[in-house]
């Protein structure tokens, strides 16, 4: 860690007591000035800071994500986790990829905020700072290509479980990789992977997945607004850092064994969209469609107009109005 990681590690373990700047300074070696430059910086990246004339402590809301704080949240399961947290990056899904070769399977990349963020179909995924939390995992399953998707049904229902068990929420899924809060989504999901070709394997597989935790300042950008959501309408402590421990804890027991696909069942009780009348999109075009069902595979079954159905294992459905 570096100093100013090291000063906010004192802070979050003190709680909520008070730590005097000479108290700081003589654990981490730092002169008093160090100290001060230190916490101003932590405000900077969206630490709140009491400060009196008996030091330093985190305030009530102070939702900054920092390793010691995930950790803290992760307990037993901190062992199985290899974790960089980021203030900024690109994109997590590109920084893992990137490095997808020498880092061990469960290495997590965390970051505050991304440049380029990036959802399904080379979209943008908007990553304001000091509002989400973007995070990807690498993943080595003994998994045949086809069943990839099981990675992004077992992140979707990840992300619900740790929704619920952080807030009074309840998240539903529409198919296939995003997850809703009150209407609108909050949280979207991006699998990417490398192909044993002599297998059929997965050589690796990167799970990326974005949390809208609160509404930035002065809301969502305005071709956004109708659609992206927030799951907490006020600050909350440490919020973002129990959000994504609690995803990470959840998202680890169900790839445990992702061949039997455990988290089927969840994926399809939370699904919002079965019975809708749908628009199936493909190559631009559109077709009318009823969503049926999702079967064990977590593939949408649909009925066209005509009559025929279909089961999608990939793609993109609208709901129809």
Request: with cysteine; proline share 3%.
């Amino acid at each position: 860690m570096n100093t100013r990681q090291q000063v906010a590690a004192l802070l979050e373990q003190g709680g909520s007591e008070y730590i005097s700047g000479s108290a700081i300074a003589q654990s981490l070696g730092l002169t008093r000035a160090a100290v001060w430059k230190c916490i101003k910086q932590l405000e900077d990246e969206g630490y709140s800071i009491e400060s009196t004339k008996r030091g330093y402590r985190l305030g009530g809301l102070s939702d900054a994500i920092s390793e010691g704080s995930i950790r803290r949240y992760l307990g037993s399961l901190s062992a199985v986790y290899s974790l960089e947290v980021l203030g900024s990056v690109d994109s997590t899904n590109n920084y893992l990829k990137s490095r997808a070769a020498e880092l061990p399977a469960w290495h997590a990349v965390v970051a505050s905020s991304q440049s380029a963020g990036r959802g399904r179909l080379g979209r943008s995924f908007a990553s304001p700072a000091g509002t989400g939390v973007y995070l990807s995992v690498l993943l080595r399953p003994q998994l045949p290509a086809q069943e990839a998707l099981r990675i992004t049904t077992a992140a979707a229902v990840a992300a619900c479980l740790a929704i619920e068990e952080c807030t009074d929420e309840k998240p539903s899924i529409k198919w296939v990789n995003d997850v809703f809060v009150r209407g609108k989504k909050t949280c979207g999901i991006l699998t990417e992977a490398s192909i044993d070709i002599e297998s059929g394997g997965l050589d690796w597989a990167v799970m990326g997945i974005g949390f809208n935790v609160y509404e930035p300042e002065g809301g969502f950008p305005e071709e956004l607004k109708d659609i992206a959501g927030a799951i907490s309408p006020v600050r909350a402590r440490d919020l973002r850092s129990r959000i994504t421990a609690a995803f990470l804890k959840a998202f680890y027991g169900l790839c445990e064994d992702l061949c039997s696909n455990s988290a089927a069942g969840e994926y399809k009780k939370r699904s919002f969209i079965i019975g809708k009348h749908i628009n199936v999109i493909r190559s631009g075009q559109v077709r009318p469609a009823q969503a049926l069902d999702i079967d064990e595979e977590c593939r949408l079954i649909v009925r066209y107009e005509d009559g025929s159905t279909e089961a999608l294992s990939s793609g993109e459905v609208s709901v129809r109005t």
